[in-house]
């Protein structure tokens, strides 16, 4: 199922070009059109979904065996050293299609703190959090 003006929708349909990597009946990945680093790979699944959380149950293991398979392709084809793999859910996710990330790294690339400034906990606070998160799963 697709959605209307979802341009990730578009390129699973093949009616927005895009230069595709992998093709399978439930996933698509494509170069970023704005990569990080060249060879920076989206994986999307074919129906539409909007984040990781909406990702139907028969769909992880497909998603995660390519975002495996895409990582050991940015290593073999591209020489990189390694990858960085993330999805963004809502916050900074810059098109509402599920997306993940596989960005080509090497040491010494230049990408040093894109992000997340580290924290500390106050004492105790990190016992709380960890409560909190398992009452959650529970």
Known sequence: MS????????IVAGETPA??????DDLVAFLDQRPVFRGHVLLVPRT????????????????LAAAQRLCTAVVDALGAQ?????????VSQSVPHLHLHVVPRTK???LRGF????????????ASYAARLRSALD
């Not at 390694?82 to 809502?90: D, F, K, M, R, Y």
């Open 3 to 10: 959605e209307a003006g979802c341009v990730f929708c578009a």
């Open 115 to 126: 992000f997340w400034p580290r924290q500390r906990y106050d004492d105790g606070e990190r």
């Open 19 to 24: 230069d595709l990597v992998l093709e399978t």
């Open 82 to 90: 390694g990858s960085w793999v993330s999805v963004n859910n809502t």
């Open 108 to 110: 010494g690339d230049g």
């Open 48 to 63: 539409h979904v909007v984040t990781l959380p909406d990702l139907p149950g028969e769909l992880r293991d497909p998603f």
